[in-house]
């Protein structure tokens, strides 16, 4: 079935380490993207992507990295994680209509 | 940039009356206006859009109105029924859907 994929969807890990937040689309869109959202509130841009080899920051100030090096695959990077990086990471893709299609998101808490 | 105002933050309504959430955008090149709910714990999912060469769509229970001029938009759900509870965020996009800023969200109670 064609939908979009998170992993993993609960991280909990200690300060300073290393993260990848997964995300994997079966619908052929070409753009996706990255929110952050605490639960019920905000929906924060704060990665998008038009296409392979095509990343741009979005209007929230974010210390992750994002790559996508296939049309399908989307990931979130986290070199060293702290306590204020504690959210809820929801990625997404659309076609040109503008219709977004989202994971179910990958909730992480830093200790 | 493009940015977008949600009002009300929470609205409570009885079971059957109608509940209406306000936006307003300020890029007047914003052509893509969508609605999503988010359910508790749960993934937001599309249940009405409007393009700005339209003025009004409905769909059901729910309607969706635009006044390009005053740059706001609005969703309205009459009947309203407890499965109707769920934060609705409104959002704007310019041509293409790319760069879709969101609303704050309304956080909407549908008492039974």
């Known amino acids: 079935e064609a939908d979009i994929y998170q992993t993993p969807r609960y991280l909990v890990i200690g300060t300073g380490k290393k993260i990848t937040l997964e995300c994997s689309q079966t619908m052929g869109h070409d753009k996706m993207y990255w929110y952050q959202q605490d639960p019920g509130m905000e929906l924060h841009l704060i990665h998008y992507s038009y296409g392979v080899n095509s990343t741009e920051k979005g209007d929230l100030s974010s210390e992750s990295t994002v790559s996508r090096i296939r049309t399908e695959h989307f990931p979130l990077t986290l070199e060293s994680a702290r306590p204020s990086h504690t959210s809820q990471y929801l990625c997404?893709?659309?076609?040109?209509?503008?219709?977004?299609?989202f994971g179910e998101g990958s909730r992480l808490t830093v200790l | 940039g493009e940015n977008v105002e949600q009002h009300p933050s929470t609205l409570s309504v009885q079971e059957g009356d109608s509940a209406v959430i306000k936006c307003t955008y300020s890029?007047?090149?914003?052509?893509?206006f969508p609605w999503y709910k988010q359910e508790l714990g749960k993934r937001p999912q599309l249940i009405i859009d409007i393009r700005s060469n339209v003025g009004e769509k409905k769909d059901q229970r729910i309607a969706v109105t635009l006044n390009k001029t005053a740059k706001h938009f609005s969703l309205h759900i009459t009947e309203t029924q407890p499965e109707d509870s769920a934060v609705y965020f409104c959002?704007?996009?310019?041509?293409?859907?790319?760069?879709?800023?969101f609303g704050a969200g309304t956080r909407l109670f549908v008492k039974a």
């Open positions: 997404a893709s659309s076609w040109n209509t503008g219709e977004l299609f």
């Open positions: 959002a704007a996009s310019i041509p293409g859907g790319f760069k879709t800023i």
């Open positions: 890029d007047s090149a914003s052509n893509y």
